[in-house]
């Protein structure tokens, strides 16, 4: 069982577009959004590479300017 | 409503995003986050680059389980990279090395042998009798050791204490001669000491910041997040961005500009001779804290003496530094035109405009930031040292926001190769071997008869030899014995084919590899050491800012695993002073005589002062353990 939760920083105009791309991808839940951009995710996925290979991909999608993880736990 | 344990867990991580990022939760998602009472949380430094995070490690039934961005940390403030995700994976391989393993046939050592189980006691009593056959054969330069900015500073110590004066050899090189070396060379001929005099905070004060040839984005992307929020957020913020290709800090890019291989160098000049032509630089600053240099050009590539293209070099090697006037560098630099750098960079010239006119304007504040891109260059003593010109011209260094700062990627190239001097040439502190003042101040802390460290006009004559010279000389059996800690310098070096690979399987030679994986270097061996990693072992690291941080020790490492500060300790226990010192400098310490290097570096009376109670207590009362502690019988 993998979970982590990221801060996604997007850029400030494009919040919602990456709120909702965000929002599709499996294993995502956005928690929270600032007016500023900033995205509050968590990722739980069953598949460890999945994950890692999600938390990546964060980095691509448009309008996203950073990801950074904050807190994981692995069992 | 109870909660599962998957959404106690989120609820947690969502509520510790929630704080590092400074956003509120929606109501619904305001439960209250308890601690989950299984965990025991302490911080430690990060295992993987030279940004310096903290993280909180979570152990819960002798396991990390979870991490979290320290949010009491200075540099990281609570967030991660995704390399954090990989430190609670990194230690749990199934491949993990438990024991030690020695190539044998028909059960003894044999270098064309398969890897054999063996003791601790095994492995160093071979490794033992290799060593001091090898150094009494062919001097200092028959042993040598291949370290690490991964070390913890306390391993490098230990290494550099049983190398230089244990072995009485030079022979000791860490893997960031491949890296930092440029770095560092610049930093002690520009200014005659070692390390950035910037710090992070230098990322919220500058108004400009500068890449040469680093992807900090993808490299140090805690320190880019950092970076970009000050970009986003202060008027008037700019991101100039230069690389042979382009990388994801373009995306951000006020200027992103690609540029020639090597013609970096000619962008430098070019911005020099712009701050000169439009008389911007800081005269006052120049008058009362700098000189001017030059130094020979055509100096080679430090190929083999036989490279043509090293009997092409008109000044081979040569690096002295000579004084010049003002005048004279004016005219040196004067020809680095906007016309002729454009033209040779293929940069657009009001690209390269742009970029000169913000470090000519005295009122913006500027932080340039390179990693390998200047490390790893051709000219990388010389590519670091023309960025520090531009700064130093206009006196925009030393000062909140001013900053050339050379980004470090290990997590303590700073704390332990450069500042316990983990190098050929180098003591602690920044001091030398060359300089025979330094080799007794080290004699005399380390409580070494007079003579001990080798240096020029010792007994023992030339000793220096550096990484790539080291695969050279195991090739051409001038060096029989090689000890590699912390890293994967199979899989990384430069010339394998030609230069390590023969010499590591060169048949006199005997290679001993400390790893926790079966890496391509630990196969490449003779000996394998299991090693603990990270949270297995008490630990300090020193970023790029030069901060450093400790870490008390989590877990245990699997199997005989041990930390590399324990094995050259132990291994110190199969040496005696006589296998090694002369008589007549085991004469100038007689109490000395029949000890073993263990004896007199480590368990003597100095190191072993401070007493062990059996475990280590933090302030909230959580117990951890300390197993070099534990073994050697006082804190290590």
């Known amino acids: ?75 | 409503m109870p909660l599962s344990r998957r959404e106690f867990i989120k609820t947690n991580a969502v509520a510790a995003a929630a704080l590092s990022a400074g956003v509120t939760l929606p109501a619904g998602n305001k439960v209250l986050a308890q601690q989950d009472p299984g965990i025991r949380w302490d911080k430690a430094s990060c295992r993987f680059c030279g940004t310096g995070c903290s993280v909180l490690a979570g152990v819960k039934n002798g396991r990390i389980v979870a991490t979290q961005g320290d949010p009491d940390a200075p540099v990281n403030r609570g967030l991660m990279c995704i390399k954090g995700y990989f430190l609670t994976k990194i230690m749990y391989g199934k491949d993990r090395l438990t024991k030690p393993l020695l190539r044998k046939k028909n059960g003894k050592y044999d270098k064309n042998g398969a890897f054999e189980e063996v003791s601790w006691d095994e492995a160093f009593k071979i490794m033992a009798e290799k060593w001091i056959a090898a150094r009494k054969a062919k001097g200092p330069k028959g042993v040598g050791m291949f370290g690490s900015g991964q070390w913890t500073v306390w391993e490098g110590y230990a290494a550099q204490k049983l190398l230089k004066a244990g072995f009485r050899s030079n022979s000791l090189e860490p893997n960031a001669r491949h890296c930092m070396a440029s770095a560092v060379g610049a930093f002690m001929r520009g200014f005659g000491i070692d390390e950035p005099m910037g710090c992070y905070d230098d990322l919220e004060h500058a108004d400009v910041f500068v890449l040469w040839g680093a992807n900090m984005a993808e490299m140090h992307p805690i320190l880019w997040s950092r970076l970009t929020n000050t970009r986003l957020t202060k008027k008037g913020s700019e991101v100039h961005v230069l690389s042979t290709y382009e990388h994801r800090c373009f995306e951000l890019a006020d200027n992103g500009m690609v540029f020639e291989p090597q013609t970096d160098l000619a962008i430098a000049n070019y911005i020099a001779n712009y701050i000169i032509e439009n008389k911007a630089y800081n005269k006052e600053f120049l008058d009362k804290h700098v000189n001017i240099t030059k130094t020979a050009t055509d100096i080679g590539y430090g190929l083999r003496a036989s490279d043509p293209r090293e009997k092409a070099a008109k000044n081979r090697a040569k690096g002295k530094l000579s004084k010049i006037s003002f005048e004279d560098y004016a005219k040196a630099v004067s020809k680095y035109t906007l016309e002729y750098t454009s033209k040779l960079s293929k940069v657009p010239a009001e690209q390269l405009e742009k970029l000169a006119k913000i470090y000519a304007d005295p009122n913006k504040k500027v932080s340039s930031y390179w990693t390998m891109g200047f490390n790893q260059h051709t000219r990388g003593v010389w590519v670091n040292g023309l960025v520090y010109n531009i700064h130093l011209l206009m006196g925009k260094i030393s000062e909140p926001g001013n900053s050339p700062f050379s980004l470090t990627g290990q997590p303590s190239a700073c704390g332990t190769a450069r500042e316990v001097g983990t190098f050929t040439h180098r003591l602690p502190a920044d001091l030398v071997v060359k300089n025979a003042k330094h080799r007794a101040f080290a004699e005399k802390i380390w409580k070494l008869p007079e003579g001990t460290i080798p240096g020029p006009k010792t007994d023992e004559g030339k000793t220096l030899i550096h990484a790539v010279a080291m695969h050279r000389a195991l090739n051409d059996g001038k060096m029989s014995c090689f000890w590699v800690m912390c890293n994967n310098n199979m899989q990384a070096v430069a010339n394998m084919n030609v230069e390590s690979w023969p010499g590591w399987r060169n048949p006199d030679n005997f290679i001993a590899v400390s790893d926790p994986y079966p890496t391509v270097s630990a196969m490449a061996a003779d000996l394998i050491l299991p090693t603990a990693m990270w949270t297995e072992k008490e630990g300090a690291y020193g970023n790029a800012e030069r901060r450093t941080q400790f870490w008390r020790q989590q877990v245990k490492a699997p199997g005989e695993a041990r930390s590399d500060l324990w094995q050259v300790m132990e291994f110190a226990k199969y040496v005696k002073v006589e296998d090694v010192w002369p008589a007549g400098l085991i004469a100038k310490k007689p109490e000395y005589a029949g000890k073993t290097l263990y004896d007199v570096l480590y368990a003597n009376g100095q190191v072993d002062a401070i007493a062990y109670p059996g475990k280590i207590v933090d302030e909230r009362g959580n117990e951890y353990a300390n197993d070099e502690s534990e073994y050697f019988g006082y804190y290590v």
């Open chain 1, 1 to 75: 069982m993998t979970i982590c939760s990221l801060v996604v920083y997007a850029r400030p105009e494009h919040t919602k577009s990456v709120e909702s791309e965000l929002s599709a991808l499996e294993g995502v839940e956005v928690h929270a959004a600032s007016k500023e951009g900033k995205l509050v995710i968590s990722v739980d996925h069953p598949d460890g590479a999945n994950c890692s290979e999600t938390i990546m991909g964060l980095h691509d999608m448009p309008g996203v300017i950073n990801a950074a993880l904050v807190y994981e736990y692995y069992e």
